[in-house]
């Protein structure tokens, strides 16, 4: 039969009948021996017949481009390079499942569908090996596929029909002659363990990267913008689950689902059985978990369905999970090997990082030959020697980690790891990091996990991973700058800091291997229209240690220029919403470094320019108040409270210029003078001329930026002793047009008055803002006064 499909190869200008008769025909014959090869593994024709049809029908397209259908096999070599996905929205949520991690769990999911279907019989379940891919869903109207989409967020997914159909386990034309008039078909894209092994053999012998493992490279090949890449990797669908159907009755348990698709041509897992009950899941589960290993594909755990249809109807659906369906995955493999060295890497902080060199073994679904020792302290923990026999324990994406040492097969002549004491990359000092916490009213030092390299950008190690990070997307964004350029450029001397990357020239571009003239003009063209970047892209492009991209934002949304971020006082900083000690401390000592200093200056100078600089947030304005920088110097025995007190009776002239008598006339809002634990410590810190001159910098700064509390109508604080207020009760709620609540209950503190958070029949006034919240309901319901900011201070004012 195949051979007389080929015919006269003399063919008409215009598609005859008969000519279009044979397209379909051959469209016919090429889909369904496609579908005996890779769904049944049953070849009825051999590779050169099949093929032989191939191009015949590829000829008959190419002459006539209009006896191209949906379903031709040809779309399966793949379509032109699209230049982006497109959004989808799924009509049907493409929900995840509740986990159950243990038999206990399992049970008690069984106990709960029972108890909401009021069943006391035994519930059928369809037992499903997971297969670790990509889920995607299928569209078909008329029996012919049309649409193909990733999961996505489950609500909206991303086009990739042109990628599908390069899928030959996916059938472009459904196998019968009476299909429903549209059905949604979804299912999981995978790669078999062969396949893999073959595809990282062929990328091995060339030198291309290879691929983690199976379901990373299934999800990367996926989502290819070159369908004819996608065409190229070992992909396979197996189909799940029948979503939508139109004019077609649907079958009545998923089971009969599944051999449904299975009649239509799709590949649906041989491993699926139906369990008569939860006995029989639990035996399902150890069953194929032990079989794991010999299977075609990877699997990492198991699915059950509830079989009946009517009865998942019943039971419907969570927010984000059905409560018919349960995933139990497998814990992570275990597989004991050999520990044959340990190298150190540095990272781009410095960061020195043990890295375990393994006797390569498969676990987890891939071949493991490294393993993250995380730190000095974990190989202490592991006690850790040269050539100990070691547990490794991989999952998924989880890097693979040393969980256990075998002692008792530890060899006599074993020698210690050493953690450098210098850099295995430049010799500099290894340092332990330290970290400051907030410890009640006091700082404390914290050494951390973390050693690092002193030796910053004179550090060849971290000048690579500084660049590389430098020219990232979320940075500076310059094309065609990968890690292996940039070890070149840095290996070559061509460039010592990110701002000699703005007087590279095209001779030194055409010196590094894999460059010719246009790439070297389309890397100098990149880096030129780099130089026009937002604040927020360069500071994340400076590679501050902690400070991230959304940090940056926040840092660039708030402060509004280089300069302030620069200048600001870790105090300051910290007033930055997301901001903590930790990172503020590793902001000033980035712009403190003379080095940093130094490129920075030279990045401008050499043309880049921050776009979109701005004035200090009115966000941000509000923060700073003397009560506040008092508490958060971490005065000890100082306080919010105590600050407060201080703040309404003190300047900064004052504090700097502090004497014993000046605290001789402050109270509490009790009556009560300051006890004298405070006052040493006052006079104590005051006393200091490091922290004076911190104080009339904070001072200053804020003065310069427009963010002093004095600029911002706060009325003067009373002196007496007495005050306004004397013995009124506030409660602060809102955002108030000009001060912060924290300057508002200073106010109220230094005229006498006392603020608490909560609404009661001892409430004197409820001091209102914007969007008041709760409070101000309870404030009427309690009969309590609610005031504005502008009544506040007619009160203080008299």
Known sequence: MVADLFGDTNLPVVPTAALNEK??????????????????????????????????????????????????????????PKSAFISVEHAVPMLSLDNAFSDKDLKSFNRRVSQRLEIVEPLEYVCEPKLDGAAVSLLYRDGVLVRGATRGDGTTGEDITANVRTIKSIPLKLQTKNPPSFIEVRGEIYIPKLGFEKMNSEARAVGEKLFVNPRNAAAGSLRQLDSKITASRPLEMAAYSLEQIENYEKPKTHLETLEMLKDWGFLVNPYIELASDIKGCLSYYKKMEEIRDQLPCDIDGIVYKLNKFDLQKQLGFITRAPRWAIARKFPAQEKTTQLLDVDFQVGRTGAITPVARLKPVFVGGATVSNATLHNKDEIDRLGLMHGDMVVIRRAGDVIPQIVKVHIEQ????????????????????????????????????????????????????????????????????????????????????????????????????????????????????????????????????????????????????????????????????????????????????????????????????????????NDLSDQYKFKPSLGKIISDLEIPHVGDKFAHFIAGKLEVSDLINIKPEMLEDITTDKGRQLGENVK??????????????????????????????????????????????????????????????????ELVISNGGKTVTTISSKTSFLLAGEKPGSKLKKAIEHGVSVISEDQLIEMIKG
């Open 23 to 80: 397209a379909k025909k051959l469209r016919e014959l090429l889909n369904y021996h496609s579908w005996r090869y890779y769904n049944r593994d049953n070849p009825e024709i051999t590779d050169e017949e099949y093929d032989k049809a191939f191009k015949k029908l590829q000829e008959l397209e190419t002459k006539y481009p209009s006896l191209v259908t949906y379903d031709s096999p040809t779309h399966r070599v793949g379509s032109k």
């Open 680 to 745: 040493i410590e006052l006079l104590r810190f005051f006393g200091a001329e490091k922290n004076k001159q911190r104080l009339a910098c904070i001072d200053n700064v804020l003065r310069k930026w427009g963010a002093h509390w004095s600029e911002r109508g706060v009325p003067a604080i009373n002196t007496s002793k007495t005050g306004f207020l004397l013995g009124k009760v506030f409660v602060i709620t809102g955002t108030l047009p000009s001060m912060s609540r924290d300057e508002a209950a």
């Open 410 to 613: 530890r060899s006599d002549d074993a020698k210690r790891i050493l953690f450098p004491i210098n850099c295995p990359e430049c010799g500099s000092p290894v340092e332990r990091a330290t970290k400051t916490i907030k410890l009640k009213t006091k700082q404390h030092t914290k050494k951390e996990v973390v050693y690092r390299c002193v030796g910053r950008l004179a550090c060849r190690a971290q000048l690579k991973q500084a660049i590389t990070h430098f020219v990232t997307r979320k940075a500076m964004e310059i094309d065609g700058l990968g890690e292996k350029v940039v070890a070149q450029l840095v290996d070559l001397n061509l460039i010592t800091s990110p701002a000699d990357l703005f007087t590279i020239t095209k001779e030194q571009v055409l010196s590094i291997e894999g460059f010719a003239e246009l790439s070297a003009e389309n890397l100098l063209s990149s880096i030129a229209s780099s130089k026009a970047v937002s604040l927020k892209r360069f500071l994340y492009a400076l590679g501050i240690p902690e400070v991230g991209a959304g940090t940056a934002a926040r840092l660039a949304d708030e402060l509004g220029s280089l300069s302030r971020i620069m200048e600001a006082d870790k105090l300051l900083l910290t007033y930055v919403d997301g901001v903590g000690l930790d990172i503020a401390e590793e902001i000033v000592n980035f712009f403190s470094d003379i080095h940093n200093k130094n490129v920075i200056s030279l990045l401008i100078n050499r043309g880049v320019t921050l776009k979109g600089e």
